[in-house]
């Protein structure tokens, strides 16, 4: 869709006649579910507000939200509040602001996997990497797919990046390095765009030859599942 409407619309398909409807949505989002969860006779129920008892161990503001919604959903299940409490602050999610650190020569090296691939994913990264990392601007690894919003993704990322290794994933939908090069040269100078073979090539290169030390790979599950293989794969640099 072209608009929170239009998607929450396309979004609110899942909805079925006389089932409770969990969602944290609000604004105009809100308002089309609501109207149609009122159409089909469901009930509808907010995302939970947690307090302090509950620890929620994902990074970023909205990880908190979906948290919530999750929360939300166990009790609309009926599970016990100790069940949730449990599940929820034993959660891992692999791939998502996934912080892995690293040994190479000696140094540390800190690898943040997130498979942002819409532009509400790239903002909700951008902001976790503005307080994580307390404002300093990384290297990224970027691969995405040509028919995400790419451009818009791009730029959500552009202020967190100092310097970047284009890639394409490995996947017949990838976007040419080409393509995205251009899209980052909008934001920031061309001596500091790269492009790799692969995934995994790209972030062996933004380490053996950028010397980066901290790295953000993103743009796509597709791009995250390979750059984790490449960590497996050490032994072969």
């Given at each position: 869709g072209a608009?929170?409407?239009k998607?929450?619309?396309e979004?609110?398909?899942?909805?079925k006649?006389n089932?409770?409807v969990v969602?944290a949505?609000?604004?105009?989002?809100?308002s089309?579910?609501?109207?149609?969860?009122?159409d089909?006779k469901?009930?509808i129920?907010a995302?939970a507000?947690?307090?302090?008892?509950?620890?929620v161990?994902l990074?970023g503001?909205?990880?908190?939200?979906?948290?919530?919604?999750a929360?939300s959903v166990?009790r609309?299940?009926?599970?016990?509040?100790?069940?949730i409490k449990s599940g929820?602050?034993?959660?891992?999610f692999?791939?998502?602001?996934?912080?892995?650190v690293?040994?190479?020569?000696g140094?540390?090296?800190?690898?943040i996997?997130?498979g942002?691939?819409n532009?509400?994913?790239?903002?909700?990264l951008?902001?976790?990497l503005?307080?994580?990392?307390?404002?300093?601007?990384i290297?990224?690894?970027f691969g995405?797919?040509a028919?995400?919003h790419f451009?818009?993704?791009?730029?959500?990322?552009?202020d967190?990046?100092?310097?970047?290794v284009v890639?394409?994933?490995?996947?017949?939908r990838?976007?040419?390095c080409q393509?995205?090069?251009?899209?980052?040269a909008f934001?920031?100078?061309?001596?500091?765009?790269y492009?790799?073979?692969?995934?995994?090539?790209?972030?062996?290169?933004?380490?053996k030859?950028l010397?980066?030390?901290?790295i953000c790979?993103?743009?796509?599950?597709y791009?995250?599942?390979?750059g984790?293989q490449?960590?497996?794969?050490m032994?072969?640099?």
């Amino acid at each position: 869709g072209a608009s929170i409407e239009k998607i929450a619309f396309e979004k609110a398909g899942i909805i079925k006649k006389n089932v409770p409807v969990v969602t944290a949505a609000e604004g105009k989002a809100l308002s089309v579910i609501k109207k149609i969860a009122a159409d089909k006779k469901c009930r509808i129920c907010a995302a939970a507000q947690l307090d302090g008892n509950v620890i929620v161990p994902l990074r970023g503001a909205h990880q908190i939200v979906n948290a919530g919604t999750a929360v939300s959903v166990a009790r609309v299940l009926g599970i016990a509040e100790r069940q949730i409490k449990s599940g929820i602050e034993n959660v891992r999610f692999a791939g998502r602001f996934d912080v892995r650190v690293i040994k190479y020569r000696g140094s540390d090296v800190t690898i943040i996997f997130d498979g942002a691939h819409n532009p509400a994913a790239s903002q909700a990264l951008s902001a976790a990497l503005k307080e994580y990392l307390r404002g300093e601007k990384i290297c990224f690894v970027f691969g995405v797919l040509a028919d995400k919003h790419f451009k818009k993704i791009v730029k959500n990322l552009s202020d967190r990046v100092s310097m970047v290794v284009v890639a394409k994933p490995d996947n017949p939908r990838g976007a040419a390095c080409q393509t995205i090069c251009r899209e980052f040269a909008f934001y920031m100078s061309r001596d500091k765009i790269y492009s790799g073979k692969s995934v995994s090539h790209a972030l062996v290169k933004a380490i053996k030859q950028l010397d980066a030390r901290k790295i953000c790979i993103t743009g796509s599950f597709y791009t995250v599942s390979e750059g984790l293989q490449c960590l497996k794969n050490m032994s072969e640099w």
